[in-house]
């Protein structure tokens, strides 16, 4: 007797949204399933007068991989921003970070570094702040701090690589 071809089927590719509706659900929590996804928002927050180019928002909530697509608008608004942008994150309501969420702040990071701009966070409670030390993002964000800022660093005497001078 000749068998017919097993065939597979393949899975079309989850949202991470999808992702975290179906974790929950499978382990009896299905009402709680849209809360955690609800937890997470970035609000903007108004500039100082007089200012160079400032972008600042508020976290709130947890940042992890079912809420992580959250951050690209702020990463789309800082590649739009005039070169030497200077954006804070005040991440005091920000309760909960996963390495997914901590990705999202690196691309923010990058985001700033190539507009050659400068980012400040502000309020971190003990488990992000726990895992950005951990993580080695809190060197990467004091290193970007310390550097020289926006389009005449560059051209700076006494800042180029053959200064001499470390960061810190």
């Known amino acids: 007797m000749t068998q017919a071809p097993l065939s597979v089927p393949t899975a079309?590719?989850?949202e991470p949204r999808e992702l975290v509706l179906r974790f929950l659900s499978s382990i009896g929590r299905p009402n709680e399933a849209e809360q955690y996804l609800?937890?997470?928002r970035a609000e903007p927050?108004?500039?100082?007068?007089?200012?160079?180019p400032t972008l600042a928002w508020r976290l709130h909530g947890v940042l992890f991989f079912g809420a992580a697509s959250?951050?690209?608008?702020?990463a789309q608004a800082i590649?739009?921003?005039p070169q030497g942008v200077q954006v804070h994150l005040d991440i005091h309501d920000l309760f909960a970070l996963d390495t997914t969420g901590l990705e999202?702040?690196?691309?923010i990071l990058k985001a700033v570094a190539e507009r050659g701009g400068r980012l400040t966070l502000s309020g971190a409670q003990a488990q992000p702040a726990s895992l950005m030390e951990r993580s080695g993002f809190n060197v990467?964000?004091?290193?970007?701090?310390?550097?020289?800022?926006?389009?005449?660093a560059a051209s700076a005497p006494g800042?180029?690589?053959?200064?001499?001078?470390?960061p810190g």
Do not use: V, Y
Not at 159 to 166: A, I, K, N, R, V
């Open 12 to 14: 079309d590719p989850i």
């Open 38 to 40: 609800k937890l997470f």
């Open 45 to 52: 927050e108004a500039p100082p007068k007089n200012a160079a």
């Open 70 to 74: 959250k951050i690209d608008p702020l």
């Open 79 to 81: 590649e739009a921003a």
């Open 104 to 107: 999202g702040l690196e691309q």
């Open 140 to 152: 990467r964000l004091a290193a970007q701090s310390a550097a020289p800022q926006g389009p005449a």
């Open 159 to 166: 800042h180029g690589p053959s200064s001499g001078e470390t």
